[in-house]
């Protein structure tokens, strides 16, 4: 497969999409398969002394033609400068200017990379080895490039990948089609070629023959490689908008491919160490803390700020984040609760939500956190509507322990360690409740903590609701599968010896349901 490899000394690449005008702003990224293909060919004329293109040449050029070439892109951003370009004419005294834009792409590092999905015969692709080497520029004469061809089995650099449209998926949220110029296929230039060239003239008596108007198509080239090298001169006098023998063919590239700014940075592979947990504190746009939401909707907040993550992680080009989501690459479910826990709380005391614990047990990675913090605002159902969220702490739950009071000390108690535990929300059983067997309250509490790697004898003590006032927590999730019962229960875990929180158990318990704290010991 010939494989090109471009870098870019000057750090620069202009080139205007082709039906773009120069000061629209707009660059060819990546590089058109047209204008790759005419590159090559002008420096076997400037670099390899062509006088014609030979029958070697013919072949190289044919074959790449065949078939449309896939990219690999280097991490690049929009750049441009503006200036008033003199005229050569004189107003009011003064010299006319114009404004003039000249937009590019700026690569600091990094190589372009184009590959063909063909077989070369040797000549061949000693023959492109050779011209790849020998390009000096691509677009305008200032983007400099040095070239070269892969090797076999050559590790080839890291990129984003552009690919045609052409019997593709549609990879996803982060991605776009742009429109580059490429050449037909060497079949359908021929077949085209054939059918615009003119029919020999039948003959006509001397009263009735007049002189024959001039036709475009008679001074088309006769094959695909003569149609790549029409000048820009030669469309204009016979009236091309577009050159013969080329087409539109769509691409599909990553959405920040070519950003204005510097470059974004890898958002794959963020550097941030783990952190086990992550406090957003809530507030409305009047800071009045009682038209927060009330404690009794944990559950609800929890499904929407989830829905808000997972969206904005799609957004910023993330992928599918497990640890966010709780599904696999194939959308199944994680098992052992490894996923994040939305948990909304009211910290200091006021029955209203005020701040959200997002906890992970194997921790909330750089890219986790990037989306986390790329999250700005939630909401709620009636009320102020929007809900403001800001970075209140994160690290270990030992580290948000440190907070001022009455903040560290409650988030302390759903830290534990403890050997008794109290219901702050509702459990929901997760199955329907039997008298008798592994169904029982006790057993159900026992297999969810055995879920979470907690295998001690628990003592299951079931409280009064109105005692710790549970009775009106939403109980039902809105976008997934209802409980088997719509029922809550207050309880108290004993253990033989202290457990670490947090502890999360039942139905809905990713969302705040389910949640214990520590009893002061």
Not at 33 to 46: D, K
Not at 114 to 120: G, I, M, S, Y
Not at 307 to 313: E, P
Not at 386 to 412: F, K, Q, T, V
Request: aromatic letters at 6%; proline letters at 9%; hydrophobic letters at 35%.
């Amino acid at each position: 497969m010939p494989t090109l490899l471009l870098e870019f000394p000057g750090r620069r690449y202009h080139a205007t999409p082709w039906g773009d005008h120069v000061n629209e702003g707009h660059v060819e990224w990546p590089p058109s398969p047209w204008r790759l293909m005419r590159a090559l060919i002008a420096t076997g004329y400037s670099k390899l002394g062509w006088a014609e293109v030979p029958e070697c040449g013919v072949r190289l050029v044919e074959k790449l033609c065949s078939t449309l070439p896939r990219y690999r892109l280097p991490e690049v951003s929009a750049g441009h400068s503006r200036h008033y370009m003199p005229l050569g004419k004189l107003d009011k005294g003064r010299e006319k200017t114009t404004l003039v834009f000249d937009t590019w792409s700026h690569i600091d590092a990094g190589v372009l990379v184009v590959a063909w999905d063909v077989e070369l015969a040797p000549d061949e692709s000693a023959l492109f080895s050779e011209l790849a080497e020998a390009l000096g520029y691509l677009g305008r004469s200032e983007s400099w490039v040095e070239g070269r061809c892969a090797s076999d089995g050559e590790p080839l650099p890291s990129g984003d990948e552009a690919y045609p449209c052409e019997g593709a998926e549609h990879p996803g949220p982060g991605w776009q089609q742009v429109a580059l110029l490429a050449p037909e296929t060497p079949q359908a230039a021929e077949a085209w070629l054939a059918a615009r060239r003119p029919a020999e003239p039948e003959p006509a008596s001397r009263k009735s023959a007049k002189r024959p108007k001039k036709e475009t198509d008679s001074a088309l080239p006769s094959d695909l490689v003569g149609c790549l090298q029409l000048e820009t001169s030669w469309l204009q006098k016979h009236g091309w908008s577009q050159p013969p023998c080329s087409r539109r063919a769509l691409y599909w590239r990553r959405s920040d491919a070519l950003e204005a700014g510097a470059p974004a940075l890898d958002r794959r592979e963020i550097p941030a160490s783990p952190v086990a947990a992550v406090l957003l504190s809530i507030s409305t746009p009047s800071a009045n803390d009682h038209a927060l939401p009330s404690i009794v909707r944990v559950l609800p907040q929890g499904e929407r700020l989830h829905r808000i993550l997972v969206g904005t992680a799609q957004r910023m080009g993330l992928g599918h984040l497990e640890t966010l989501a709780g599904t696999d690459g194939d959308r199944r479910p994680l098992t052992g609760h490894r996923h994040v826990h939305l948990l909304h709380l009211d910290l200091d005391g006021d029955r209203h939500l005020d701040h959200v614990l997002l906890w992970a047990p194997e921790g909330l990675d750089g890219r986790a956190q990037a989306a986390i913090r790329e999250v700005r605002a939630t909401f709620m159902k009636g009320g102020p509507g929007r809900l403001s969220l800001a970075i209140a702490g994160l690290g270990s739950l030992d580290d948000l322990e440190s907070l001022p009071a009455p903040y560290g000390a409650s988030l302390g108690r759903l830290a534990g360690p403890a050997t008794d535990w109290t219901s702050r929300t509702p459990f929901v059983a997760p199955r329907h409740l039997k008298q008798r067997g592994r169904n029982t309250l006790e057993g159900q509490v026992a297999a969810e903590l055995e879920h979470r790697g907690i295998v001690e004898p628990v003592e299951v003590e079931l409280c009064a609701e109105e005692s710790l006032g549970l009775r009106h927590h939403v109980r039902v999730r809105r976008n997934g599968p209802p409980p088997p019962v719509d029922c809550g229960y207050a309880l108290r875990l004993r253990f033989a010896r202290p457990i670490a929180g947090p502890l999360c158990l039942g139905y809905g318990s990713h969302f705040g349901l389910g949640l214990f704290e520590a009893e002061a010991s």
